[in-house]
């Protein structure tokens, strides 16, 4: 029953999201600020009821992959070392994973883990894990990866301060057909 099968799902995400707020304190927040911005972009597009579902569950799964990350790394206030990127980086692949075996089963959700694992590829390709460009990332992704930005963007980080809304829209513009797609970015 696929109903059943979802309030398992949610149920797993729930945990997840939990063991994430153990690790830092803003990622259960980011991860429910995304679906939230995915959800309204969604909208305006005109997507379906399932395809909204599913675009939702795919913002708050996407950095799921980070409760396997050291929280040392995680909330460290200075600039990251290569090694320590490079461990961040991992994170859509490790979400990709975590999200296959959670949604594996259910009709509804079986594509998240693909959108998910592609959320930190750029338009110009300059993104990762795979440094794919243009078409040849899921559109689905480059929701959450602007839905991304725009909350850290917005947000304080141990990292950095947040930006106000005026600067955060110059720097979606300043990276329209770079970093984010050009149809989103309108939007």
């Excluded at 963007?153 to 050009?182: C, T, V, W």
Aim: with cysteine.
């Amino acid at each position: 029953d696929e109903l059943r099968d979802t309030i398992k799902a949610i149920n797993l995400i729930s945990v997840f999201l939990e063991i994430l707020e153990r690790k830092e304190r803003y990622l259960p927040n980011h991860s429910f600020n995304v679906a939230n911005w995915c959800r309204e972009i969604g909208m305006i597009l005109g997507y379906s009821k399932e395809d909204l579902t599913r675009l939702t569950y795919a913002g708050l799964l996407h950095d799921i992959g980070k409760c396997l990350i050291e929280g040392d790394i995680l909330n460290k206030p200075d600039k990251l070392t290569d090694k320590e990127y490079a461990v961040v980086k991992e994170h859509p692949l490790m979400s990709y994973r975590i999200a296959e075996s959670i949604l594996k089963d259910i009709p509804l959700l079986k594509d998240i883990p693909r959108i998910i694992k592609y959320h930190h590829e750029r338009y110009d390709g300059k993104g990762y894990p795979c440094g794919l460009k243009g078409d040849e990332v899921p559109f689905d992704s480059y929701i959450i990866g602007i839905a991304d930005a725009v909350d850290a963007m917005l947000s304080e980080r141990p990292y950095k301060k947040a930006l106000d809304l005026n600067a955060a829209i110059k720097e979606l513009y300043r990276n329209k057909g770079k970093q984010f797609h050009p149809k989103l970015v309108d939007i």
